[in-house]
């Protein structure tokens, strides 16, 4: 029964279709054999679960993991996503992407303007530059980019991951994850030693 | 289970967004995509209109119209398209139950439900491509995006 679900979901699962660039927001090491890919909403509580795991497994791992983040909110019903996931981008013009992404996380239910303008601030961006790019929505399109993009893979609801470009279909905690990763670097590393 | 090459069986049901009864007649000319799912409320349904909600302007790209269509009456169709901001219609195959999923071999008699099966349907109300589910699983927006892609493509 398990199998044969499996196939029927092959059918339109393609894997990651948008291949990693410059534009992405990575840690992590280009060459690393293992790349984990995020596709995330900041409010999410399933995403709020997978932020701590994501950062042992980033331990774990060191210079093996590359991780990359895109955004994936449902603005309908998580009516803070899209600005949150904007913030971090803004935040990502000034260098500072992961810092705002980390805060975002650290803070699920405290995602209104007010507390964005705050965390930026925090995290040291240059205020008038962040406020303006905000009320421009100036990275609502990148947002939507990363959304639209995460359809097209086949993105069904956040957290979502992709190993290697493969979709992970496991369960959300450490141990299944930090387990499909580790097999990733085996599967590379063994291609590399033939 | 109707299948791609079949004609799409018709029907009219309520839950237009003004509460009018709606059939694949409304849509004379435009791509359909009919979204049978299992019932409002239930968690994995949630996350699939939700996601087809945030991806209607990808569906709009081909100039297709969403409907969902589940057993649930049309009253329970309002509170849930109110609750999760939806803006494409439910329709309600909710009397006789379940005739419209029967139409298009997608009732489970065993649970009263109907699967969760996609058809995609072209402007001349032939199937093009179908898809069901595993009831459990979101099936997400690609399958649907890569058929009406292939139809736009063969025209």
Known sequence: MKDEKKIKLEQHQPGLVIAISEKDHAQGPTDAPVTLVEYGDYECPYCGRAYPIVKKIQQEMGDKLRFVFRNFPLNTIHEHASQAAQAAEAAGGQGKFWEMHDILYEHQDELVDADLRQYALRIG??????EKEMSEAAYANRVRDDFRGGIRSGVNGTPTFFINGERYEGKLEYGALVEAVRAGVSVREGKNQE | MVKAGDRAPDFELDGGIEGERIGLKAFAGKPVVLVFYPADWSPVCGSQVTLYNEALDMFDEYGAQLVGISVDGAWCHAAFA??????????????????????YGVYRE???????????????????????????VNPGAEGILAALERMKAEG
């Not at chain 2, 065993?110 to 995609?120: P, S, T």
């Open chain 2, 110 to 136: 065993k649970d009263g439900i109907c699967e969760r099966a996609l058809f995609v349907i072209d402007g001349q109300g032939v199937v093009r491509w179908s898809f069901v589910s595993p009831i459990e």
């Open chain 1, 125 to 130: 961006v240059e205020i008038y530059r962040f």
């Open chain 2, 82 to 103: 109110k609750n999760k901001k939806l803006k494409f219609p439910l329709l309600a195959d909710f009397e006789p139950k379940g005739a419209v999923a029967r139409k």
